[in-house]
């Protein structure tokens, strides 16, 4: 069974830390891998990552894909109390566009 | 664009009635997906559509979810009759599988979200 596993599940940090979101995946037909953030409403779209080792970045947010080890990682530097969200992990599948969802990793970033 | 349009924003309902909701993909997209979100289950995907077919609805969880896409800008989710764990945020997304301009195709936008109270 196709499945993407997220973690830590929760993560409480202090602005100006850095944190590292952790993402593996097991899917049978991998077209790609999707990061969103998800605040008080619908989540936002962060990343796509199809190729394995090309860093993917955004401001303060970084992504990379591991195709070998199955995984990828979100980085977050120098965090803000804005960054305090659900920040979601999908893969989609190369035959239907499914995207298979982790549980999400709750982040809070206290000032 | 408006993006993906859904409607209601939130809904009451007492337990046994029919809960309709709505939603309007992108123009031009051609996959919509119909997800549930709650606290302990996370986000599930219910059902998703491509060029309005229904490809799988085994996310469904049970008979008394239904779901139509009689064209593409339109799509409903109807729960007959509801009841009080039915509720949660219903979430549409929509997108494309063409590449584009900047090279992306999967990814999936999602609407502001239906939040279901039953009662």
């Known amino acids: 069974e196709d499945k993407v596993v997220q973690s830590p599940l929760s993560l409480v940090v202090h602005e100006g830390d850095t944190v590292t979101l952790n993402c593996s995946y097991e899917?049978?037909?991998?077209?790609?891998l999707l990061w969103y953030k998800q605040e008080k409403k619908a989540p936002t779209f962060l990343f796509m990552l199809t190729s394995s080792g090309i860093e993917k970045k955004s401001g303060r947010l970084s992504s990379i894909l591991d195709k070998k080890e199955l995984f990828s990682i979100l980085n977050i530097t120098a965090t803000q109390t804005g960054d305090s969200a659900i920040y979601l992990c999908?893969?989609?599948?190369?035959?239907?566009?499914?995207?298979?969802f982790g549980q999400g990793t709750t982040l809070q970033v206290k000032p | 664009d408006a993006g993906v349009i859904q409607s209601p924003r939130h809904e009451v309902t007492e337990m046994g009635q029919e809960v309709t909701l709505r939603c309007k993909p992108i123009?031009?997209?051609?996959?919509l997906f119909w997800y549930r979100q709650t606290m302990m289950r996370g986000l599930e995907l219910l059902i998703y559509?491509?060029?309005?077919?229904?490809?799988?609805d085994s996310g469904m969880p049970e008979d008394r979810f239904s779901a139509k896409m009689p064209n593409a800008s339109f799509s409903t989710l109807k729960i007959q009759p509801s009841e009080p764990r039915d509720s949660a945020v219903y979430f549409c997304a929509s997108s494309s599988d063409r590449p584009t301009s900047g090279g992306a195709y999967n990814e999936q936008f999602f609407g502001p979200g239906t939040r279901l109270t039953v009662l």
């Open positions: 559509f491509n060029n309005n077919v229904p490809i799988d």
């Open positions: 899917v049978t037909n991998f077209r790609s």
């Open positions: 999908a893969v989609s599948d190369g035959n239907t566009g499914k995207l298979i």
């Open positions: 123009s031009g997209h051609n996959s």
